[in-house]
T-cell receptor, first 113, second 113 residues
Framework: ETGVTQTPRHLVMGMTNKKSLKCEQH?????MYWYKQSAKKPLELMFV???????ENNSVPSRFSPECPNSSHLFLHLHTLQPEDSALYLC????????????FGPGTRLTVL | AQSVTQLDSQVPVFEEAPVELRCNYS??????LFWYVQYPNQGLQLLLK??????LVKGINGFEAEFNKSQTSFHLRKPSVHISDTAEYFC???????????FGSGTRLLVRP
């Protein structure tokens, strides 16, 4: 238990669906991150939020839309995804956006049909 | 630009044998270095990190790593592995002015009885 939770743990969706991934951290951190982990590829940083402000968008397609209503919660809204978007989506948090250690959630395994 | 290379995609080893997982990085600035472990169907867990000071860093579960600036390496070692150490291990680096973690492609440690 790292103090970072993600729901759902598994999600299967069609290409026309709209769904959201949720991340919550109980560590009092101010920075939160979304990563994508695909088979045979290194982890890819998608978005970074620091004190609720987005500070990084790593050229992510607009079909992925993040939302950070407060420092404890982070969402990833999904719409009109493609099969190649199937992956494990990991949320992480850190004390701030310096080089402090990041703590990861268990991930959401997403399958797009 | 920073990068991380984990040359071994898979390392098979017998239980109670020693193991070394290799990590090399490239960076033109000072770095912070991390090792994370990912057990099946879980997120990443921090094993250890090097920020400054002693080049030999001890982490959880009996792992240690040594920072070698001249060889730009940060190899992970354990003198005697257990079946439960079977997992994917990721080396990561962050740079002087960036909070971004750059991950290697991972090494799967497979411990056999």
């Amino acid at each position: 238990e790292t103090g970072v939770t993600q729901t759902p743990r598994h999600l299967v969706m069609g290409m026309t669906n709209k769904k959201s991934l949720k991340c919550e951290q109980h560590l009092g951190h101010n920075a939160m991150y979304w990563y994508k982990q695909s088979a045979k590829k290194p982890l890819e940083l998608m978005f970074v939020y620091n004190f609720k402000e987005q500070t990084e968008n790593n050229s992510v397609p607009s079909r992925f839309s993040p939302e950070c209503p407060n420092s404890s919660h982070l969402f990833l809204h999904l719409h009109t995804l493609q099969p190649e978007d199937s992956a494990l989506y990991l949320c992480a948090s850190s004390r701030d956006n310096s080089r402090d250690s990041q703590f990861f959630g268990p991930g959401t395994r997403l399958t797009v049909l | 630009a920073q990068s991380v290379t984990q040359l071994d995609s898979q390392v098979p080893v017998f239980e109670e044998a020693p193991v070394e997982l290799r990590c090399n990085y490239s960076s033109s600035v000072s770095v912070y270095l991390f090792w994370y472990v990912q057990y099946p169907n879980q997120g990443l867990q921090l094993l250890l990190k090097y920020l400054s000071g002693s080049t030999l860093v001890k982490g959880i579960n009996g792992f240690e790593a040594e920072f070698n600036k001249s060889q730009t390496s940060f190899h992970l070692r354990k003198p005697s592995v257990h079946i439960s150490d079977t997992a994917e291990y990721f080396c990561a680096v962050s740079g002087d002015s960036s909070y971004k973690l750059i991950f290697g492609s991972g090494t799967r440690l497979l411990v056999r009885p």
